[in-house]
């Protein structure tokens, strides 16, 4: 049996990016993954490159359309990706009467070009085909159709076997997404606190009118037992749009948020008389809080593995090409007998920018609002104040930040009108885990998690 330097397990945007880092450095690399066909793109996804204007998991992201790569300007790598692209302009948050907070005006950032962009949609298959073939470049091994089901370890190496097949490796990053079975089974998870389940149904959509075609839209609904919610991302293809309907509790029929915003809400229901299902996709996952230390016995966490809900298409990439580098200089001190340096690296920037940087209980709070505010009529009025628009983002840690500032500036005008919100608006300085409760109660009885 070949002994590979390092075992990759989920060819995902992190996962691809950490066995083309290391292949890159000489590694001998093994990426193992459970589709029998890396570029096919089954479950749903915004494909989206998010905070184009913004330092984002401390890294400014970039397309450069001639030579038609995507990279990172302070991690200083890049990537091919040969498909089409097209700039989202402005994220727009709608209570659920319609009114509206918008994270710019797509009128004043279209005037900027790519530079007014603040996101960037693409096809996501077309990245794997382009990342896979760099992998293959890179002399990495690909193993589709193998799903990961038992890993041990020695303090000399790693052994992962599924399907049938078994792979021995110096190192193992686990790539292997938010609902990691191998975060799982090596114990990752079991100092970390429970919120809930993040449940979805939607796909691609056509003949939708939104109101713009470069415009992302979120909004959120309290006709369900617990909050719903709908995302809704231009893709890049005619006039096509990404819809994503969510809930975080399984008492929530998700057809029912689907009928609220497409049929029912008269504010919503007009954007979506003519539109017509291209493609219907689902997706599920655990949410809980981060791993605080993403290494132990040779196994390194990568990309969403290790986090408390997604680290979004950019921040999986930048923690995948840090993974695969970080063991490259860990195999190099290995073989040359000097001390360790490279995964303590990673680890202190996992700490520095992720954890520290950027606060998980920031990204839930998009998910939260709706349970601090927890009737329509409160949040409703809470929009309806807010006048001016806010910065152009498309940042979720940023935007509940600009959001938090609005609304302590309308604090006064809420106390003389309706001082009854006040208490509610409180609670937003309470742990997430209080926030969340009611949902996690509702989850708990499903969980199995070792």
Known sequence: MKKYDLIVVGAGPAGLLAAKAAGDAGLEVALVERKSDVTHLDRLCGQ??????????????????????????????????????????????????????PFGIP????????DGAIGLAFDKEILFKCMLQEAEEAGVDIFPGININEVSTTPQGVTASGSGKTFEGSYLIAADGANSRIARILGFNKDRSFYSYLLTKGGYLSNVKAPAPDLMVSSFTYKPVAPGYMFMIPRVYDDQSTIAFISLDPRVNLDDVVNYFMRENPFFAEWFKSSEWVKQLAFSQYIYTPVITPYKDRVLLAGDTGSSQELENSGAMISGWKAGNAIAAAVKEDKVGIASQGISHYLD??????????????????????????????????????????????????????????????????????????????????????????????????????
């Open 349 to 450: 920037w996992w700490k520095r920018v992720y954890l520290e940087g950027h606060r998980h209980e920031d990204y839930l709070m998009n998910f939260a609002m709706p349970y601090v505010i927890d009737t329509e009529e409160d949040i409703n009025y809470i929009f309806s104040l807010i006048k001016d628009p806010m910065p152009p983002c498309w940042n979720p840690y940023a935007v509940i930040k600009y959001l938090g500032q609005t609304i302590q500036s309308i604090i006064p005008t809420i106390q003389e009108e309706r001082p009854q919100i006040l208490p509610k608006l409180a609670k937003m300085s309470q742990p997430m885990t209080e926030i969340l409760e009611p949902t996690t109660k509702a989850c708990k009885p499903l969980l199995e998690l070792d």
């Open 48 to 101: 989206t490159l998010v905070s184009l204007n913004d330092y984002y998991f401390d890294d400014l992201v970039y397309y450069n359309r001639r030579g038609k790569k995507m990279g990172f300007s302070k991690n200083g790598f890049s990537f091919a990706y040969d498909g089409p692209v097209k700039n989202c302009h402005a994220w727009h948050l709608f209570s659920p009467n319609g009114s509206c907070i």
């Open 107 to 114: 009128e004043e950032t279209r005037k900027k070009g790519d």
